[in-house]
């Protein structure tokens, strides 16, 4: 998008935006794909995602390990140190990486590490694998980011609540829009959202509910008006595993609906990714 074309836009997004959950898949050829991955991305490298924000203009982001690339980080990790500034990254670990790999990914700027419990990706993660690779990143200052879908936020309650460090809920914890506010797994997402390390993601307004995806929200409104000190948006480009096409501008448009608030919305996508992903002041390329 030209210049123009930003300045016809609907909402203008603040200085400093960050979109706190995209991915990185490919090239290929270059970044190959796990052989057990559930779904078979298209192509996106990190110049695709470069011109969607800079056609968005959002100037920082957080790049999300996502599944069809396993364990392997190198995709993200690429991406991140080709902006070392504007760009932070979660990983997905195992045994198999090292701790100085790990520190390594610290230096470039990974600042958590992911976990699915979403069945249809693989389902939940062994939980001794959990707890150790917990421990292994809480000296680094990382947090834990949790891919739940729905009825898991009711399944691990005790699990998140005994979490020792920081961590984020993905995607306004997935949760079936039909069965309303007074569902027990959302009440049990607001009861998370209220502890001290909580963090939760108003994206995935796509996964939730159908376009224009106002059905998610008046879930993304009490999220946001039980802990807006605590509350991150992302694009969730390019949408892994979703048929639908989705336009992120109409994403950045729903924005003002979440929040009818100025300073909430600074907030959710300024000043709350800076202080969980540590951009420095000016931090942008």
């Not at 300045?7 to 050829?29: K, R, Y």
């Not at 690339?69 to 993200?76: K, L, S």
């Not at 790999?101 to 069945?119: H, P, Q, S």
């Not at 729905?150 to 399944?155: F, I, S, Y």
Request: hydrophobic share 45%.
């Amino acid at each position: 998008m030209l210049a123009e074309d930003l300045a016809t836009a609907g909402f203008t997004l603040p200085a400093g935006s960050c979109d706190s959950h995209c991915h990185v898949f490919g090239p290929p050829e270059i970044f190959p794909y796990s052989p057990t991955r559930k779904y078979e991305p298209a192509t996106s490298p990190k110049e695709t995602l470069a011109a969607l924000h800079a056609r968005l203009g959002i100037e920082r982001a957080v790049i999300v390990q996502a599944s069809a690339h396993g364990t392997d980080n190198r995709a993200m990790l690429d991406a991140i140190r080709w902006r070392p500034k504007a760009w932070r990254g979660v990983a997905v670990i195992d045994d198999g990486i090292s701790d100085a790999e790990l520190e390594a990914m610290a230096e470039a700027g990974v600042r958590g590490i992911r976990f699915n419990f979403v069945k249809t990706l693989g389902g939940y993660p062994d939980p001794d694998l959990f707890a150790r690779s917990v421990a292994r990143v809480a000296p680094l200052g990382w947090h834990v980011v949790l891919h739940v879908m729905g009825e898991d936020v009711l399944n691990l309650r005790g699990t998140i609540r005994a979490l020792r460090l920081p961590f984020v809920i993905d995607h306004m914890g997935r949760i079936d829009t039909a069965l309303g506010l007074a569902q027990p797994a959302f009440e049990t997402l607001l009861e998370l959202v209220r502890l001290d390390g909580a963090w939760v993601k108003l994206s995935g307004a796509e996964r939730i509910s159908d376009a224009p995806y106002d059905g998610a929200l008046p879930f993304a409104r009490r999220i946001a008006a039980t802990r807006p000190d605590r509350i991150l948006w992302g694009t969730d480009f390019p949408h892994p595993n979703l048929p639908a096409h989705v336009e992120e501008r109409d994403l950045v448009d729903l924005i003002p609906s979440y929040l009818g608030d100025a300073a909430i919305r600074q907030a959710m996508l300024v000043d709350n990714p800076a202080r969980l992903y540590g951009f420095d002041e000016g931090g942008t390329d």
